[in-house]
């Protein structure tokens, strides 16, 4: 746990950095690696998907209100995971969606989208892959360097964080998910083949946001525990992330959503300066997986942060920092139907300012109950095949 006690005040840069290379912090450091992009904040701003995705300015005012207004250390302007993909030339359905608004509250119920690479897959083979000259220079690619630029320039105590996605995910997106991992079986070369050529894409995007004034960079890969086996992570992608980490010129922090546990030596042993990692793991368990390695995370978005009362997102917090998890975080992009109130719940907890309303005498930490749920449920379903590669 990185909240041995320094000089304070330190700016959010300070902090996050340090809780990152475990140097000493002035309080918890809250922190996301991932998007936390609301539909409030949308219509606040007048700022909306698509165009925040593919230019800079609206991505900047969109990703600079975690710091500038919810309490967190850090912002990190890329709000999907397709920009890579739509940089190697596939096809983006952006999701122009209309707004939803419940007619009797005016409460937000839907907007738009984050967008999906479209079918049919860009690329059958390895032989297939190549990696544009003009890379970093293509709309998707070059909105999040110049959004990363403007936000180092207009809050330098802030932790600017870049993000790019690792070569499986590329792999998914490029050559479809199903098409990929069944290779894992039945043509290794193929998939290490994939990796291989596509790393040079990630490291580049990595490096670009670093130039950009970016202080560390999430690299998303999700060989999560429902798709693919921790032998999987070990055989393929670990050497891949034991190469590319030391090309990447700052500190790197990995994401991957779901089951994880079983994979966190692995992910400790690869050269990243922590972890990102999601609900399904218990916070306390995987402190005790990992050790000194740093991790983030892991508040719940879809049972706690969507649904539940900011005084349940304080108790589920307080959990995780009891746990030593070193920066607190949603556990992935949020959903932008989450509340600002639900945002903010998160550093003010972590910092123990959080203010609960006298009425709320039930909170309760929401992603406890949910994994005991899951627990359940994978205890009945264990007689079944197993179904990851
Ligand atoms: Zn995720």
Redesign the pocket.
Same mark, same amino acid.
């Given at each position: 746990m990185s909240t041995t006690a320094a000089p304070g005040p330190m700016t959010g840069r300070e902090r996050f950095m340090n809780a990152l290379l475990g140097a000493p912090v002035d309080q918890t450091p809250v922190a996301s690696p991932?998007s936390l992009a609301t539909y409030e904040e949308m219509r606040r701003l007048g700022v909306e998907w698509p165009a925040a995705h593919y230019e800079a300015e609206p991505i900047a005012l969109l990703a600079e209100r975690s710091y500038t207004t919810h309490g967190y250390d850090s912002i990190m302007p890329y709000f999907s995971i397709i920009l890579g993909a739509g940089a190697l030339g596939a096809e983006i359905e952006w999701g122009k969606d209309p707004w939803e608004f419940d007619k009797s509250t005016g409460k937000i119920i839907s907007g738009p989208r984050m967008p999906a690479v479209q079918p049919p897959n860009p690329w059958k083979t390895p032989d297939d892959i190549v990696i544009p000259n003009d890379f970093l220079e293509r709309r998707d690619t070059k909105a999040v360097i110049d959004a990363v630029k403007i936000l180092r320039e207009r809050h330098p105590e802030a932790a600017v964080v870049g993000k790019v996605m690792g070569p499986w995910t590329l792999s998914y997106h490029m050559f479809g998910p199903q098409e990929f991992l069944i290779n894992v079986i039945l043509d290794p070369d193929y998939v290490h083949a994939c990796l291989e050529r596509l790393m040079p894409a990630s490291i580049a995007f990595a490096n670009a946001q670093i130039e950009a004034g970016a202080d560390a960079i999430c690299l #998303?890969d999700h060989s999560t525990g429902d798709l693919v086996r921790a032998e999987t992570y070990r055989d393929f992608l670990m050497p891949v992330h034991q190469t590319i980490t030391p090309q990447i010129d700052a500190p790197v922090i990995l994401?991957c @959503?779901g089951k994880t546990l079983d994979r966190m030596q692995y992910i400790k042993d690869a050269g990243f300066e922590a972890f990102h990692f #999601?609900t399904e793991n218990d916070p306390h368990e995987a402190k005790a997986v990992v050790g000194d390695f740093k991790l983030v995370g892991n508040v719940s978005n879809f049972v706690t942060l969507l649904i539940g009362r900011p005084e349940d997102v304080a108790v589920e917090v307080e959990d995780i920092v009891s746990a030593g998890v070193d920066i607190i975080a949603p556990e @992935? #992009?949020i959903p932008p139907q989450v509340t600002n109130a639900n945002l903010a719940a998160v550093p003010a907890a972590a910092r123990g300012a959080f203010e609960p309303d006298a009425s709320v005498t039930d909170a309760k930490n929401l992603a406890d109950e949910y994994r005991a749920q899951v627990a359940q449920q994978s205890a009945a379903a264990s007689a079944g095949p197993a179904l990851s590669l």
């Open positions: 991932t #998303a994401h @959503c #999601a @992935c #992009a």
